[in-house]
């Protein structure tokens, strides 16, 4: 079971960027396909973006054409690089390694003026 380590949350005004990264260890990492999914308050799980081992992606739809996921095997690390941020991004991020369904414990977005 890989563990999962979330970090670059934070406070950003409206309009800017962050970059998330998630490090994985205790599994081979290369083989894993990768999410990140939100908790907006009040509602469920929703999808924010996948990447497969061959590094085919897929976005959830409000997420489209502001956020972009990507990995870097050698460093058994996925990012979500996040930009055009509004205050509807604002709530925790958790990964996700989709073969092994396992979770990270989450990183606080905060999108605020």
């Known amino acids: 079971q890989p563990q999962l380590v979330e970090s670059g949350g934070g406070l950003v005004q409206p309009g800017g960027s962050l970059r998330l990264s998630c490090v994985s260890s205790?599994?081979?990492?290369?083989?894993?396909?990768m999410g990140w999914y939100r908790r907006p308050p009040g509602q469920g799980r929703e999808l924010v973006a996948t990447i497969t081992d061959g590094n085919r992606t897929l976005y959830g739809e409000s997420v489209k054409g502001r956020f972009t996921i990507s990995r870097d095997n050698a460093k058994s690390t996925s990012y979500l690089q996040m930009n055009d941020l509004n205050t509807e991004d604002t709530t925790i991020y958790y990964c996700?390694?989709?073969?092994?369904?396992?979770w990270g414990q989450g990183t606080q977005v905060t999108v605020s003026s």
């Open positions: 205790g599994s081979i990492f290369e083989r894993s396909a």
């Open positions: 996700h390694d989709m073969n092994w369904d396992a």
